[in-house]
């Protein structure tokens, strides 16, 4: 018979001698993990609240020793600036869940960087365990009239090309607008990057002028058929994006060759449905920072290579037009930062009219991407690996642009070479690989001079077994340091991504309240109820396992507080139960207890299942934890949740 807890305080003395015995603290590692501020960046002459966070392993933690210190970049403390919270105040957002939080004001008369530190005690520990430096950018703003010049000067430039084109060769007509831009004193530099022209106007904007948008027909390759590997890669999701700044300039016929293959397709249905091209001023800037809400990204714009002394970067236009309110908003993507030498380059430049993206505005903004596949139909959006890597970093898997200024009925031609194949529209048709596709394109360079080739770029080798099909687990080792791709809820609100404990990499989920030893019956140090997290995914048809890692330390065991794994369907119907009630085993609460010292090694056990009878269907991956109120309280950690041919 199994007790219940009021039962179990009636028992003998013998348990109240174990629990002593073996209530020596052992929790969670000991370290501040995964410490921010927000914002990390500031103007001068503007007091701005700063919100700093971080995880502290509760481990014989002195509660009040949690703070944050002003420190030089070396690291050494300067001042104190606040004690950190773990109590729902001072702007700390759940108590109890070990994520501390203080605020403070910064206000600098001039530029300068500030550097936030995270540090914490513990009982019998000598030592002090410290986050790395946090940066804070204060930053001058660029003045209105400075931006709004550059760019007339821009379309100056321009508009100067054009005149030139009917006098003179392209060549030439080039090394006329160079000159034209030397002459300006107000171009701290000018040089021909490529095929345009690439500028710093007064020291502060970077600005690039596109000389080159030449367009040449070509013949279509032809598609060769074969079966697709069985280890294919899907989509992180069916949201699409077609992003069009310069639709009604030309820039229109891959995006409207994309509404329609994707609108077709037989394989996947693509949300919205259907499609929607963001068009002109709608392919905004601010539409850049979700890029990484969808599985898919088809762009079609004007791009380049910025290239001044060895200062080196692709650059994609975006719809947002320049004027002094849209200033004001990006002031701190077009400054500087001064405090470096030599500066560190703005996020943000300027075209002849609208802004231009740099790849640290995408590694500054961009959300976490879900396995997004691009199509970067710029020129030299592939002239080197700088847009790419800032793209892979946030988590893209495939994408395609081209090394060089490309011919822009070759840039259409070919995208339909690579896309019709992939996105057949009979069901009987089985759709191509990325790699398939692109290497049926018999003939990837244009005629120019230096041709434009098209080049395809994969986060790893397996990627390029992408094929557009609705299927796969997004974020299973939730490296992106949140909960993208995951739903989480709860009768309590402890849930965190945790740097503490992980099967690998810098992450895992957590669930459960854990900050302080059992000390007998005490139902304000443990909830009571359900906390959970989960996720759809339609099982692609090559797959036949779902894997999982956990890691669980408790004061309780599995009899009253427990860690439970479901295969659902997406109305919450339970399909299949892989784990039910797992824990500690027995009755003895009280003392620690850890998969580790359980099972030796690691102590992350592996779980395994079979999900083959679900092929081709949409299911769910669902993950809880009980807890029931007691005082004795209990933190589990999943980590690389993935499936397996």
């Known amino acids: ?42 103007s001068i002459n503007t007091p701005t609240t700063i919100t700093v966070t971080a995880e502290v392993g509760a481990e014989n933690l002195y509660i009040s020793s949690v703070a944050a210190y002003e420190v030089d970049a070396a690291g050494k403390p300067i001042a104190y600036l606040c004690r950190m919270y773990d109590d729902g105040t001072h702007g700390d957002e759940t108590e109890a869940d070990t994520v501390f939080t203080c605020q403070f004001s910064v206000y600098k008369p001039a530029a300068t960087k500030t550097y936030v530190r995270v540090t914490a005690a ?59 831009a030397l002459n300006n004193p107000s171009n701290t530099a000018a040089e021909l990057c490529g095929d345009n022209l690439c500028t ?32 294919i890669k899907n989509p992180g999701n069916n949201k699409l994006l077609i992003y069009g700044p310069g639709y009604s300039n030309g820039q229109d016929k891959i995006v409207d060759h994309a509404q329609t293959a994707f609108n077709n397709a037989a394989h996947m249905t693509f949300d919205p449905d259907p499609p929607v091209i963001m068009k002109d001023t709608n392919a905004s800037l601010d539409l850049v920072n979700n890029w990484g809400d969808y599985g898919t990204v088809i762009i079609h714009t004007h791009g380049g290579y910025w290239s001044v002394g060895d200062q080196n970067s692709v650059v994609i236009v975006t719809g947002t037009t320049v004027n002094d309110a849209n200033n004001q908003t990006y002031a701190a993507d077009l400054a500087q930062d001064l405090t ?50 800032a ?41 191509k690989t990325a790699k398939q596709a692109y290497d049926a394109i018999s003939d990837k360079d244009d005629s120019h001079a230096t041709p434009a080739v098209l080049t395809m770029k994969v986060a790893s080798a397996e990627w390029e077994n992408f094929v557009f099909q609705e299927g796969g687990i997004i974020n299973g080792d939730f490296e992106t340091g949140d909960w993208t791709g995951w739903t989480h809820g709860g009768d309590y609100d402890y849930r965190i991504i945790s740097g ?35 996720q759809d995914f339609v099982v692609p048809s090559t797959i036949t396992y779902l894997k999982f890692y956990w890691w669980m330390e408790t004061y309780d065991t599995a009899a009253w507080d427990w860690f439970d794994a479901y295969i659902k369907d997406t109305n919450g119907n339970t399909l299949m139960t892989v784990l039910s009630q797992a824990g500690k085993p027995g009755t003895n609460y009280g003392p620690y207890w850890t998969t580790q010292m359980a099972d030796g090694g690691t102590g ?20 809880d934890q009980r807890l029931d109120g007691y005082g004795d309280q209990q933190r589990v950690y999943v980590d690389d949740v993935t499936l397996e041919p």
């Open 1 to 42: 018979m199994i007790m219940t807890k009021s039962v179990r305080r009636t028992c003998s003395l013998v348990f109240l001698i174990i629990i002593c015995l073996f209530s020596v603290n052992a929790f969670a590692d000991r370290g501040v993990f995964n410490a921010k501020v927000i914002p990390d960046e500031t």
């Open 122 to 180: 513990y009982s019998r520990d000598r030592n002090r365990y410290l986050s790395s430096n946090m940066e804070i950018n204060i930053y001058e703003p660029i003045p209105n009239e400075t931006v709004n010049n550059a760019v007339s000067e821009l379309q100056h430039i321009e508009n100067n090309f054009s005149t030139y084109l009917n006098l003179y060769d392209v060549d030439t007509a080039r090394q006329l607008v160079l000159q034209d």
């Open 200 to 231: 710093i106007y007064e020291d502060k904007i970077r600005g690039i002028a596109f000389l080159s948008d030449a367009i040449n027909p070509t013949d279509q390759g032809s598609i060769n058929v074969s079966s697709l590997p069985a280890n």
């Open 340 to 389: 470096t030498n030599p500066p560190t380059l703005a996020r943000l430049g300027v075209s002849s009219n609208k802004y231009v993206i740099y790849p640290s505005y995408i590694t500054k903004h961009a959300n976490s991407m879900k396995n997004t596949f691009f199509y970067l139909g710029a020129c030299e959006s592939m002239r080197d690996d700088s847009m790419w890597d």
């Open 391 to 431: 793209l892979k970093d946030k988590g893209a898997k495939v994408a395609f642009g081209w090394s060089q200024t490309v011919y822009r009925s070759f840039n259409e031609t070919k995208f339909q070479e690579l896309i019709d194949p992939m996105l057949p529209t009979d069901q009987n048709v089985e759709p």
């Open 500 to 534: 503490n404990r992980k099967h690998g990499g810098n992450d895992s989920a957590a669930l459960g309240r854990w900050d302080t030893t059992y000390h007998g019956y005490d139902p304000t140090a443990e909830p009571y109820g359900y906390e959970w997290f989960y």
């Open 604 to 623: 992350w056990r592996e779980v395994k299942v079979d999900i083959s009878a679900y092929r081709g269907q949409k299911i769910r991956i669902y993950f």
